[in-house]
């Protein structure tokens, strides 16, 4: 694997599966803390619309899969904030009606779009400079937003109804958590894929939650699991000529699988 980081394409893999991790890790403990996994599905294949107009138009996919991803968002938000209800029924209307708005676009597009399969299970040896660039500048802005207002990010994520009494602007902040699962969803489908992009936001915050005691330490287990994840796939995909989302989906899952046995036999022996 060393003698392989000569290659500039190994160098962008590595960047932006580390950049990728420490986004996965925060947003993934968000989603799970607010039981927004379905919801967070949801968005992950609605996005296929984006993926079909950036096809269609000839436009740069990150950049026109997120602005979708955002404007699908905001009208998830609007319709679910005070009727969380329908959240089960909005979220299926997206889901099928983005992709299939995408394949649509897709099948009316003159010519062969042989890297289509790339958006399904990821292309991260394909990721360029102006990805990373994109990727650091949505962490920087993620980062910005949970340094700035983690607390009450905090409260809503936990207590809505407390954060109200504290005079925080519950419906801003369930639409800015919202916003940056959309985004990272959007730019974590360029490393694993739109099919494996919710395992990869959740199994690492799976296994963080049984060692952290509080958000902050989940965010950061789970980063750092989802680090060591991708670094190890990525291996595994270059050792074996294998492809790289579904390896470090593997070796995420596998981990998660030994986690819960080796838990098992703790909790016999010792409770």
């Given at each position: ?10 160098q ?25 996994v ?12 984006g ?97 700035c ?6 409260a ?9 009494l ?13 916003l ?40 950061i ?51």
């Open positions: 694997m060393l003698e392989a980081l000569e290659y500039t394409f190994i962008n893999a590595l960047i932006s599966g580390i950049i990728i991790s420490i986004i996965s890790g925060i947003i993934g403990s968000l989603i799970v803390v607010n039981r927004m379905f919801l967070s599905g949801g968005i992950a294949h609605s996005a296929y619309g993926i079909g107009l950036s096809i269609y138009f000839s436009l740069p996919m990150l950049l026109t899969t997120s602005l979708f991803s955002i404007v699908v968002t905001l009208f998830i938000s609007m319709l679910t904030y005070k009727n969380r209800e329908k959240l089960d029924s909005v979220i299926g209307l997206t889901w099928a009606l983005g992709m299939s708005f995408g394949i649509l676009l897709v099948d009316i597009t003159p010519g062969y779009h042989a890297d289509l399969i790339s958006y399904l299970f990821g292309s991260i040896l394909a990721v360029s400079s102006s990805d990373i660039i994109f990727m650091s500048s949505i962490l920087f802005v993620i980062l910005f937003i949970l340094i207002f983690y607390r009450d990010i905090l809503v994520s936990y207590d809505t109804s407390y954060a109200k504290r005079g925080i602007r519950t419906r801003v902040f369930y639409t800015i958590i919202l940056m699962a959309s985004i990272s969803i959007v730019i974590a489908i360029k490393i694993v894929g739109l099919i494996l992009v919710i395992a990869l936001l959740s199994i690492p915050t799976y296994i963080a939650s049984k060692f952290a005691n509080s958000l902050l330490e989940m965010m287990y789970s980063a750092s699991f989802s680090s060591v994840f991708t670094v190890f796939g990525l291996f595994i995909s270059y050792s074996y000529d294998l492809s790289s989302g579904p390896s470090i989906i593997l070796i995420s899952s596998l981990c998660m699988f030994l986690q819960i046995i080796i838990e098992k036999i703790y909790t016999k022996m010792f409770k």
